[in-house]
């Protein structure tokens, strides 16, 4: 089964510079990388994702790549604001019309604090 | 998000008991899923269901029973609970027709003494 793996656990950065997470999948025939967003306290909501058929998306000040050779794909988030800090946690999903295709594994998240 | 909720939202019970999550949602999407959420563990599937009367297993699932009667509820029931379920345990949905996002909802804090 698939396997995803996250780094770093937690990430501290200067309001204002740019913020890096990186994770990796086992299996190849994933094709759906999706990122949620967990503040203190409240659900996972989702902030950006991508699909196997494109190596990078973005909306506004965050951006997603994927290398599907390597199987690793990126959260990249610019000009961070102090309402970035959150938990932030990757995805991989099979997708497709296949049995399970719907679901999620997800990697063990980024506690990423935005120091003013 | 007011259309996916769980009950209770605390839950307090003992070594033993019986305890059921009960999470609903109003849009009418197919798949629904159960996780818990445990510190450096992120999210793990416990049970999800592809639709009324489709239960299949996820990551985690001993010790919990799952039923889907209706598709617009997803109960997950601990048949005798222990202390190593005390988690946050969230609920989610999602549309069909291959991967798409997964709306959660509020979670349900459930401490086992």
């Known amino acids: ?116 | 998000d007011a259309g996916i909720t769980q009950s209770p939202r605390y839950k307090i019970t003992e070594t033993g008991r019986q305890v059921t999550l009960m999470c609903h949602q109003t849009w009418s999407h197919s798949y629904m899923f159960w996780y818990r959420q445990d510190l450096g563990h992120g999210l793990r599937l416990i049970y999800y269901s592809a639709a009324a009367d489709i239960t299949d297993k996820g990551e985690v699932p001993d010790g919990y029973v799952v039923s889907r009667s209706k598709t617009e509820n997803f109960p997950l029931t601990l048949e005798s609970a222990t202390r190593s379920q005390t988690s946050v345990y969230f609920c989610a949905s999602s549309e069909s027709q291959g991967a798409n996002e997964q709306y959660f909802g509020p979670g349900t804090r459930l401490t086992v003494t």
Do not use: M
Request: net charge neutral; proline share 5%; glycine share 8%.
């Open chain 1, 1 to 116: 089964g698939e396997n995803v793996e996250q780094h770093p656990s937690t990430l501290s950065v200067q309001e204002g510079d740019s913020a890096v997470i990186k994770c990796t999948y086992s299996d190849s025939a994933s094709n759906y990388f999706p990122w949620y967003k967990q503040e203190l306290g409240k659900r996972p909501q989702l902030i950006i994702d991508i699909r196997s058929n494109v190596g990078e998306k973005k909306d506004q000040r965050i951006a997603v790549t994927l290398n599907k050779t390597a199987k690793h794909f990126s959260l990249h988030i610019t000009e961070t604001q102090p309402e970035d800090s959150a938990v932030y946690f990757c995805a991989a999903s099979p997708g497709g019309r296949v049995q399970g295709a719907q679901k999620l594994v997800f990697g063990q998240g980024t506690r990423l604090t935005i120091n003013p």
